[in-house]
């Protein structure tokens, strides 16, 4: 079975450093480009950036470029999310998604089950 | 701002189809496939439809997806109380060289 495991809720105050990860499993890690998706509380999907394991090929939305670091480490089939100093503002649902077909980034699936990261003075 | 325009809300009764629009351009729809994704209350999205118009293995046939031009639509037919959830239409974006999902639909079952 093919899925994506996210690591576990976190709670941190503005200026500190935060990095998230997503385990794949069931399938092979290096051929699949992975994908990260804010959900702000009560509002839409945001897509943030993509990499591609094999080869850590990362692109970033213009919304995020310089906000956060998308980052992968194919020997333990693990992508990451990093922040270097939170804010207020980052507060929200962080889900990570795997393509569709392999080498294909129009499309996600199957999607991790979501990382709550809340920051708060 | 989502650069893909779906209504806020839509709403039916149980049996009764319902139909939720996207709107994009030329550097998204108009040159790429469309997804749809279904988000049930306090789950991760999952998607319902790939490829402009086909189901993943597991997705009831009452789902249904079209495209035309820059613009693609999402069908729900029969509409059942568990179809209550947020849904979202997808594409890549040449403009913006990223994915873009739509402002969402919110669809209640009366």
């Known amino acids: 079975e093919v899925q994506l495991v996210q690591s576990g809720a976190e709670v941190k105050k503005p200026g500190e450093s935060l990095k998230i990860s997503c385990k794949g499993s069931g399938y092979s890690f290096t051929s699949y480009w992975i994908g990260w998706v804010r959900q702000m509380p009560g509002k839409g999907l945001e897509w943030m950036g993509i990499i591609y394991p094999a080869d850590s090929d990362t692109r970033y939305s213009p919304s995020f470029q310089g906000q956060v670091t998308i980052s992968a480490d194919k020997s333990i089939s693990t992508a990451y999310l990093q922040w270097s100093s939170l804010k207020a503002s980052d507060t929200a649902m962080y889900y990570c998604?795997?393509?569709?077909?392999?080498?294909?980034?129009?499309?996600?699936?199957?999607w991790g089950q979501g990382t709550q990261v809340t920051v708060s003075s | 701002q989502s650069v893909l325009t779906q209504p806020p809300s839509a709403s039916g009764t149980p049996g009764q189809r319902v139909t939720i629009s996207c709107s994009g351009s030329?550097?998204?729809?108009?040159?790429?496939?469309v997804n749809w994704y279904q988000q049930l209350p306090g789950t991760a999205p999952k998607l319902l439809i790939y490829n402009n118009n086909q189901r993943p293995s597991g997705v009831p046939d009452r789902f249904s997806g079209s495209k035309s031009g820059t613009s693609a639509s999402l069908a729900i037919s029969g509409l059942q109380s568990e179809d209550e959830a947020d849904y979202y239409c997808?594409?890549?974006?040449?403009?913006?060289?990223?994915?873009?999902f739509g402002t969402g639909t919110k669809v209640t079952v009366l």
């Open positions: 997808a594409a890549w974006d040449d403009s913006l060289n990223g994915y873009v």
């Open positions: 998604a795997r393509g569709l077909y392999s080498g294909s980034y129009n499309g996600f699936d199957p």
């Open positions: 030329s550097s998204n729809i108009g040159s790429y496939t």
